[in-house]
T-cell receptor, first 114, second 111 residues
Framework: KAGVTQTPRYLIKTRGQQVTLSCSPI?????VSWYQQTPGQGLQFLFE???????NKGNFPGRFSGRQFSNSRSEMNVSTLELGDSALYLC?????????????FGEGSRLTVL | GQSLEQPSEVTAVEGAIVQINCTYQ??????LSWYQQHDGGAPTFLSY????GLEETGRFSSFLSRSDSYGYLLLQELQMKDSASYFC????????????FGSGTRLSIRP
């Protein structure tokens, strides 16, 4: 069974632009979470979606937004990019039954902001 | 809010045993997970503890003490391929579906 797929894998943007990242979860998984990873900062929680509804949100500014579609695919958007937004953005899926801590991660989208 | 603390770096010798500790603070607690991430790779799930005690999976074991808000990951018979970053993650806070990660422990294995 296919794993979590994230596109694009790499992208370069300039300050002020916006970016949209896509995540296709494992078939049958209804929960999608997004994390930002920077060196030394671990994985910072962005948001979590389940059945097209945002269930949880991390402490990021409103420039960061997301959504989930009826097929469980998810997108996240960052507007008015800043240099500090350069990071690896990881998407993780799970069944969403909340009875285990197991997340399945994609390879990530590496964003560089110049 | 939620926070987790774990050592930033640990060095061990091939064939030895190493323990990576994790302490957490959260208003609501459902479980503690451990993930491994090799350089350039995606995090992969190792273990999950919802109840106190030790869970063993091959060379890896994970322990949880809810009363101490503490857990650890124990790696035995270390191999060079175990060189990676290890993250503890807590499921809890305001929602059972929210999983927050620590900053990670970089494990280096010496021959």
């Amino acid at each position: 069974k296919a794993g979590v797929t994230q596109t694009p894998r790499y992208l370069i943007k300039t300050r002020g632009q916006q970016v949209t990242l896509s995540c296709s979860p494992i078939s049958g998984h209804r929960s999608v979470s997004w994390y930002q990873q920077t060196p030394g900062q671990g994985l910072q929680f962005l948001f979590e979606y389940f059945s097209e509804t945002q269930r949880n949100k991390g402490n990021f500014p409103g420039r960061f937004s997301g959504r989930q579609f009826s097929n469980s695919r998810s997108e996240m958007n960052v507007s008015t990019l800043e240099l500090g937004d350069s990071a690896l953005y990881l998407c993780a899926s799970s069944l969403g039954a909340d009875n285990t801590g197991e997340l399945f991660f994609g390879e990530g989208s590496r964003l560089t902001v110049l | 809010g939620q926070s987790l603390e774990q050592p930033s770096e640990v060095t061990a010798v091939e064939g030895a045993i190493v323990q990576i500790n994790c302490t957490y603070q959260t208003s609501g607690f459902y479980g503690l997970s451990w993930y491994q991430q090799h350089d350039g790779g995606a995090p992969t799930f190792l273990s999950y503890n919802a109840l106190d005690g030790l869970e063993e999976t091959g060379r890896f074991s994970s322990f949880l003490s809810r009363s101490d808000s503490y857990g650890y990951l124990l790696l035995q018979e270390l191999q060079m391929k175990d060189s990676a970053s290890y993250f503890c993650a807590v499921r809890g806070g305001s929602s059972a579906s929210k999983i927050i990660f620590g900053s990670g422990t970089r494990l280096s294995i010496r021959p």
